[in-house]
């Protein structure tokens, strides 16, 4: 089995593959020797580990460098956080998915926030782009397609689950082989978007989240962790360096 393929079969409904990300070579292969089944990077622990912040700081060819680095060290599938593909335009989307393939990623996380900027990005256009993307490589990559619907709301409006789910089919319809929906948490909210969405769903497990078992029960497909384990790894590493110099 290739490594798309096997990448691909481990997103099941009810038995997520839990995704703990990384963000280069060396804490890869510290997830890997834990027993990941792949490996995913994080665009904010990327950013972070190299001095710069999120939001396609980290210039394309420093990336791509990086993304190779890790598929050297592990001989797991690895998917990358690729952001907004680092443009706008769905001709410059697809060259630059086939700069992350040729790098050696089997798939990618692909958002639909304008990046640096404010809102989302129109469904038409979103939906241009992941077409775009898809054309360019074919059918064995894995294209995560994410929204930022809940990210973008404001912190008490309800959940915009009609938009969630109209976005989720869009980009099933664009060729996208997942759903990603960062913040929904609410199991009855996950299960109507599993129902309605004809893509496996991917999850953020961040403080104050459900249990895993509980969205497994929901029908979540894949569990990611963000930038939270090396949000944590750095605080226990300040409070170890105060210590050392006290």
Known sequence: MGAFAQFAALHVPGNPVILYNIWDAGS??????????????GSHPVADAMGLEDGENVPLDLAMDN??????AVDLPVSVDFEGAYSSVPEECADNILCLEGAGAIG?????????????????????????????VGDHFFINA????????????????EEIIERGKAFADAGASGFFVPRLSDPSEVE??????????NLIAFPGAPDKKVWADAGV?????????????MEKFGDMAKEALA
Do not use: W, Y
């Not at 993304?67 to 050297?72: G, K, Q």
């Open 146 to 161: 994410r929204t930022d619907l809940m990210l973008k709301k404001d912190k008490d409006a309800p959940t915009p689950l």
């Open 28 to 41: 890869a292969r510290a997830v890997e020797a834990a027993g990941a089944k792949a490996i995913a990077t």
């Open 108 to 136: 990618c996380n692909f958002e639909d926030q304008h990046v640096g900027g404010h809102g989302l990005h129109d469904l038409d256009l979103q939906v241009r782009r992941i077409a775009a993307m898809r054309k360019a």
């Open 192 to 201: 109507k978007v599993v129902a309605a969405v004809p893509l496996p769903l």
């Open 221 to 233: 497909a894949r569990i990611s962790h963000g930038p939270f384990p090396l949000k944590a790894l």
């Open 67 to 72: 993304v190779a680095r890790i598929v050297e």
